[in-house]
């Protein structure tokens, strides 16, 4: 996990207000994220060892793609909820909760129709902070991608693309942030899914989009279908526990989920 009240001396300088101590603004980023505190004082006391997982960092048999460790301190981490002003604005854009940005209207889509826009408002700087990883196990390869936004995800590929690894290729992908919107764009999708394909390809990726049974606004259609034009069959959990496996017996009791279908309709 990461552990940013450690690095508020490296911050400190980037605020406007001058008062504010090292020890002081470590103490304001533990309030704002008690529960990962709370997690972490969890595991020091039952002497776990903790790390921080930066671009580079292996665990098991995944590999972080993002964030870069300069990129999460200097950039995302004084973006953060409930610090104090910068010096500096507009380094990381900021946006209002998707929660407020109601649908007014919908609009038609088509296979060869996409309205999914590479100019909606990013993400948030903590949930571009977000571990996106990669495994490569037997040949089957996996990305996960957490809250993870379009310039994370870009890193990614970037990253991915310097240690000879093509993102396309993986067989298993989830959706970044319940299928919002905002995290995700035309060209970010070209690189981590692959371009579009014809509408009677059958898909070579499998999506798990984790979404509650409470919600109505995601995952968003036009993000789900800029998934399958990519050839990718979208499963959503929608309150439930589901599973994707590959050479493994079946379960007793589990049956196979239905995909989310192309929906002719999408958020304006």
Known sequence: MHLP????????????DGRITDN????????????????????????????????????????????LEDWY?????????????????NIVTKTISEAYAKILEW????????????????TGARNESSVILYANIDDYQVLLTG???????HNSADYAEL???DLKKCS?????????RRNVSPSVLDRIIGEKISEDTQPTTTTFVSVSTQTDNHPKKVVVNAFIRRGA??????????????????RTGWTTVTPLSFNPNVEK
């Open 5 to 16: 009240w450690e690095h508020s001396s490296k911050i400190r300088e980037l605020f406007k």
């Open 24 to 67: 002081s603004l470590s103490e304001r980023i533990k309030a704002s994220l008690n529960k990962a505190h709370q997690l972490y004082e969890v595991a020091c006391e039952k002497n776990i060892p903790v790390y921080e997982p930066f671009e580079g960092t292996h665990i098991g048999e995944f590999t972080v793609l993002s964030p």
């Open 73 to 89: 301190i200097n950039y995302l981490l004084p973006d953060f909820p409930n610090l104090p002003e910068r010096s500096e604005k």
């Open 107 to 122: 609009i038609d889509e088509a296979w060869d129709k996409e309205t999914l826009s590479e100019n909606y408002d990013s």
């Open 147 to 153: 809250d993870a936004g379009k310039q994370a995800l």
């Open 163 to 165: 240690l000879g690894i």
């Open 172 to 180: 298993f992908v989830q959706m970044p942030h319940h299928g919002s």
């Open 233 to 250: 069959k979208v499963c959503e959990t929608r309150g439930k526990t589901i599973r994707h496996h590959k050479n493994m017996p079946e």
